[in-house]
């Protein structure tokens, strides 16, 4: 009797970062093919394709799954996983705008070295984060700033990256109106008048690598930043100490943790799950702990790439 064909699922979105993931895909099906796998290519389009394929298949005849993409397609396919009870291990390719997910895990960015982490044996394990209805890998978030990513343009995203979300920002700033909210832990209960509030299973958000620099993603807890109510002008210099990773001692900031809880406001309030429009409030919060099995480099193989890399251009230069 022959053994099963060992498959891989390829969630992959065409027009991610700047588009140019889908020349890589000969070279993946080729990679996968030389070592026994199967590769099912799934093309994104809004979530509805790869929830159809995950009610269907059968998860048995299947190895891992491959997410091609940024945190938006990262969140559509973990989303079909949860609601189709699909628990396979996945492996990310960063190939959108932040990828702050995968910076998380110290992802490579060229598509040969994800294809080694792909088809390596190591493995971390992530929590995934639950806001009503819809989960969440990297952050949900409250306000008007919060929801930069969904509008910023498409083409200045390709073309700019990261430092679009920045460009986008500052032009919100001068805008910014503060709203009321109740916060309910199990412990306690916080009545702010906030900016916006984030609420981080990882550490970065929008190309800042430090909003919650006290995270783990994989402590079964979520931190909660909350900017309170300022002078615009005292925004401007803060929002440096959110790219340095100081800002949780300022005065303004409220940071904290916790494994569920809710949030309520009067009136209507923009949010936002992993750059996508999120939940209306009011938003109840909790964590799945450890239920993404993440294949990540190896540390040890990736330090010894790079010193045999070193000790090759030493070679080179001695001989020269």
């Not at 996945?90 to 995968?102: C, E, M, R, Y």
């Not at 805008?175 to 981080?200: A, H």
Request: net charge negative; aromatic share 10%; hydrophobic share 40%.
């Amino acid at each position: 009797m022959s053994s099963r064909v060992k498959k891989v699922l390829l969630f992959y979105n065409a027009h991610s970062g700047n588009g140019a993931f889908i020349h890589s895909l000969d070279l993946i099906f080729e990679k996968f093919q030389d070592a026994g796998f199967q590769v099912m290519p799934v093309r994104a389009m809004r979530g509805l394709a790869i929830n159809k394929v995950m009610e269907e298949m059968d998860p048995e005849e299947y190895d891992q799954i491959i997410i091609a993409g940024g945190d938006g397609t990262i969140n559509i396919c973990v989303n079909a996983m949860m609601n189709n009870g699909i628990d396979l291990p996945v492996s990310i390719f960063p190939t959108g705008t932040a990828n702050d997910f995968a910076q998380y895990f110290s992802m490579p960015y060229m598509v040969e070295d994800m294809i080694d982490v792909a088809l390596g044996n190591h493995f971390t394990y992530a929590d995934v984060g639950k806001c009503n209805e819809k989960y969440f890998i990297n952050v949900a978030a409250l306000g008007q700033l919060v929801d930069v990513s969904q509008k910023t343009d498409p083409n200045m995203k390709n073309t700019l990256g990261v430092f679009s979300y920045y460009l986008k920002g500052l032009s919100e700033i001068a805008t910014l109106k503060s709203f009321p909210v109740i916060l309910t832990t199990p412990e306690k209960v916080y009545k702010e008048k906030i900016f916006f509030m984030v609420v981080m299973n990882g550490t970065s958000a929008g190309g800042f690598k430090q909003v919650a620099p006290e995270s783990e993603i994989n402590d079964g807890l979520l931190d909660i930043v909350m900017f309170r109510e300022m002078p615009i002008l005292e925004l401007a210099p803060l929002m440096i100490q959110v790219l340095n990773g100081t800002h949780p001692k300022h005065r303004k900031v409220l940071y904290f943790d916790a494994a569920n809880f809710k949030i309520e406001s009067d009136g209507e309030v923009p949010t936002d799950i992993d750059g996508e429009t999120g939940e209306q409030l009011p938003l109840e919060f909790s964590v799945l702990h450890n239920r993404l099995k993440i294949h990540t480099p190896d540390r040890t193989q990736t330090d010894d790439k790079k010193k045999s890399a070193i000790l090759s251009r030493y070679e080179d230069m001695r001989y020269r």
